[in-house]
């Protein structure tokens, strides 16, 4: 969502093509954020995961594509100065030395935090989209939406099984509990989301 620019919303259909927008622009950042994280990754899992979370991200990119389509309008894009901040804290971790266990699991913070951003916003114009009775469009950002949520939940279980932090028992003990650092802990590091979303979690 750009911050510095005056907007006029008139209707519900202004605002849904300014979201998307602002969606369309922060899809096209990750392209492009990715490949780095994952060049900086240290663990094969983490890799991966990012990796395949990058293919998910193009194919959401041309998904945005055809809803724009949809709804008659050119795909643009506009700032999204909130993905930019999180690309630019994804960097601090990128460019960050110490322990490569310790740095993975900043990537995978920095990585959680991108995927909760997007949840938030594909839930926010699917449901402008079905309010404004484009079914259609709605039915594909829930497409988008439902994949955002298990790319969020796999990092969930991937920061559960990780071994990082296992050695490094003053942040286990300083910090259990406290979302991804809970890496070695017992309890899920994102709990309250994970018990809501499946109690087999
Ligand atoms: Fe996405
Ligand atoms: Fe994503």
Do not use: W
Not at 38 to 48: E, G, R, V
Not at 52 to 78: A, C, D, K, W, Y
Not at 149 to 167: F, I, L, P, V, W
């Amino acid at each position: 969502m750009g911050m510095f620019s005056s907007k006029q919303f008139d209707s519900f259909d202004t605002l849904l093509v300014d979201q998307l927008e602002d969606l369309y622009d922060a899809e096209q950042r990750l392209t492009k954020a990715l490949p780095k994280m994952a060049s900086a990754a240290h663990s094969s899992t983490l890799k991966s995961a990012i990796q395949q979370h990058l293919q998910q991200t193009e194919n959401h990119v041309t998904r945005l594509e055809r809803v724009f389509r949809i709804l008659g309008r050119s795909p643009q894009g506009t700032t999204c100065y909130a993905m930019k901040g999180l690309i630019e804290e994804g960097q601090e971790a990128i460019d960050a030395t110490g322990d490569p266990d310790v740095k993975d699991a900043a990537l995978i913070a920095a990585a959680q935090r991108v995927e909760h951003y997007e949840i938030a916003g594909y839930g926010t114009v699917r449901t402008f989209a079905e309010r404004l009775g484009r079914s259609d469009a709605a039915q594909l950002l829930q497409e988008t939406l439902n994949e955002e949520e298990s790319t969020d939940k796999k990092t969930d279980a991937d920061c559960r099984t990780e071994r990082q932090y296992q050695g490094s028992g003053e942040i286990n003990n300083r910090n259990r509990g406290h979302g991804l650092l809970s890496f070695a802990a017992p309890q899920p590091c994102n709990q309250s989301t994970a018990q809501a979303r499946s109690p087999g979690l």
